[in-house]
């Protein structure tokens, strides 16, 4: 039994090149600790799947939504798309109980940045291995089920823009941001952002940029003021 058949019964796909899940789920400091490791690392896959999930979802939102114009469907896209999402996905995959790294990388697995890139480096191996359709049906499947609701509830606005408002409205303060923690190499910085209204921390944040990490604490920050 291949190590790699719990991920491949959750997709519901039988990949045909196993190496191509293998890369996949490699970390460029495994590649970079493990010289006999002859493969490459997931950047490359990451890239591909990017471009392939921007495409399934514009497609999906444009033929879905006929009534939205360009704005609003940018902003539904970046909201399906974003890292909390994304690594929420690869979370229900248990992805980053294979993601292969460096000994001193192990600690980071459940980075959300980690998680949103390997799901990323899987759809771009299961467009190289099955094709559009098949990386359709799996993206359709773990992020679109549920974009009505959202839209409904315009769970799709920019995080920093509502949390801002709903600061001015109920404290009548305009909340700030600060970098708590920055690390990792140049190719995948990791920035943690808190979000703060006078001197009181409300919610933290990480993303690959200060900007990621911003909107990220901004939408924790809004489930906080949910539960008060």
Known sequence: MSKYTDIQEKLGI???DETLLEEACTHRSFVNEHPEYKGNHNERLEFLGDAVLELVVTEFLFSSYPSLDEGTLSGVRAWIVNTQ???KSAQSLTLD???RTSKGEEATKGK????ANMLEAVFGA???DQGYDAAKEVITKLLLQNVDESIQKQEYRDPKSVFQEKAQEEFRKTPTYKVIQ???PDHDKLFVVGIYIGDKEIAQGEGSSKQEAETNAARTGMYVFKKT
């Open 14 to 16: 039988s990949f045909s």
């Open 85 to 87: 999402s994304l690594a």
């Open 97 to 99: 109980t294979f993601l």
């Open 112 to 115: 959300d940045s980690l998680r």
């Open 126 to 128: 299961l467009y190289l």
């Open 182 to 184: 920055q690390s990792g």
